[in-house]
């Protein structure tokens, strides 16, 4: 991973036009809940891998009844808009956020009921140590509860896919749901299921292309800049055939701690 930092402020704000206030990923509060769909949070303690801006620790414990929230994060930008979301909802006693070293989780073993995580695994390269310290920090009976961006296969990546991530510019690290599932078996759970979102976001990519490039471009040059939006577009546009395609393949992935 490079010392730059990659979700600065305008970029935050950028994807925030884009999925919301406090999202920096897909599909909003809809999409973040249903990746603990059926899960019963309340009272729970939750770990949010890659909290980004804050939006979801806050809809974990404002709306989906989780007694406390940590969120971690690598970058301090999002960890100040996190703190600051939290905040401003007046959940600061039951949301902590803390900016971590990549690598290692920094909790006691059985620390959490739920690991959760929305699409922020893409920027940590080892699934396998990952899963592994899920596990640890996870009570008997837990689960790890994630969405992340997916790669169909363990080949090389098709010269669309890579052509799209040299454009993302972002450190995606991405993996196959095999190799999820068994680095999610090495680690001891139980009851895994990947549910692969690709059809979801394949049409909700296009419609962010639309409002890249339609009606909304003019409001969006004028907050981001011309050649800023001009990139994104390039970005998108390299994106949507790969979703196509299903090369790029988004998964609901989750597992339990036995008790
Ligand atoms: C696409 S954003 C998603 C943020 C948030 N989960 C959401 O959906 O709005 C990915 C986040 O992962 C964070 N990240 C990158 N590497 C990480 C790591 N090793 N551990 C934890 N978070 C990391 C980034 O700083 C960024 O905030």
Redesign the pocket.
């Known amino acids: 991973?490079s010392d730059e930092i990659?979700?600065d402020d305008s970029h935050i704000r950028f994807l925030e036009d884009m999925?919301g206030e406090?999202?920096?990923?897909p599909g909003g509060a809809d999409e973040?809940a249903l990746v603990v769909e059926g899960l019963d949070l309340s009272g729970k303690t939750v770990l949010?891998?890659?909290?980004?801006?804050g939006?979801?620790a806050v809809l974990l414990a404002e709306k989906l009844g989780a007694a406390r929230v940590v969120g971690?994060?690598?970058?301090e930008p999002?960890c100040a808009a996190a703190r600051n979301r939290a905040e401003q909802k007046g959940l600061s006693d039951r949301i902590e956020i803390r900016l971590?070293e990549?690598g290692p989780l920094p909790f006691d073993n059985e620390s959490f009921d739920v690991v959760y995580?929305?699409?922020?695994i893409?920027?940590?390269p080892d699934k396998e140590a990952l899963c592994t310290d899920a596990y640890r920090v996870l009570r008997p009976g837990g689960w790890l509860a994630a969405s992340d961006w997916l790669i169909k296969h363990d080949d090389e990546p098709s010269p669309e896919m890579r052509d799209y991530i040299r454009a993302e510019d972002l450190d995606f690290a991405m993996a196959s749901p095999a190799r999820y599932n068994t680095a999610m078996q090495a680690a001891g759970f139980t009851n895994i299921a990947l549910r692969n979102r690709n059809a979801w976001y394949r049409d909700v990519a296009a419609e962010e292309l639309e409002r890249l490039t339609g009606n909304e471009r003019t409001l969006l040059e004028a907050a981001h800049g011309a050649d800023f939006i001009a990139g994104q577009v390039s970005t998108w546009s390299l994106m949507l055939p790969v979703l196509q395609s299903g090369e790029h393949c988004p998964h609901h992935i989750r597992g339990q701690k036995p008790d």
């Open positions: 991973m990659l979700y999925w406090g999202f920096l990923s973040a949010d891998i890659g909290c980004g801006s939006a979801i971690i994060d690598v970058e999002v971590v990549p995580s929305k699409d922020s893409i920027h940590i």
